[in-house]
């Protein structure tokens, strides 16, 4: 499967963006479908995930903030980023893996997101 993701760029603190990923390729709802993102000098870090029957797991820190979608479709994957924080500020990956597997092995290009004061 091959992933694309679009969506970021700046943003005022206690705004809101809104990440998609379209995804190319069969047997889209195979797949476990993901976010991870990954700050300057900082190493990449879950965000979301998705099941192909919508089942949801967050990171604490954006816990209530963000929220995880999909299309299966339309073979897409959204996420939905509200009251983002400075810390929020990342390049943010799409990404995917099989339901049988717990590698990622599936990742897109990267939307940097920047959360301004």
């Known amino acids: 499967v091959q992933l694309q993701a679009s969506g970021g760029g700046l943003v005022q603190a206690g705004g809101s963006l809104r990440l998609s990923c379209a995804a190319s390729g069969r047997f889209f709802s195979s797949y476990v479908m993901g976010w991870f993102r990954q700050a300057l000098e900082k190493e990449r870090e879950f965000v979301a995930s998705i099941t192909w029957s919508n089942g949801t797991t967050y990171a604490d820190s954006v816990k209530g903030r963000f929220t995880i979608s999909r299309d299966n479709a339309k073979n897409t994957v959204c996420l939905q980023m509200n009251s983002l924080k400075l810390e929020d500020t990342a390049v943010y990956y799409c990404?995917?893996?099989?339901?049988?597997?717990?590698?990622?092995?599936?990742w897109g290009q990267g939307t940097q997101v920047t959360v301004s004061s």
């Open positions: 990404a995917a893996r099989l339901a049988i597997s717990y590698d990622w092995n599936y």
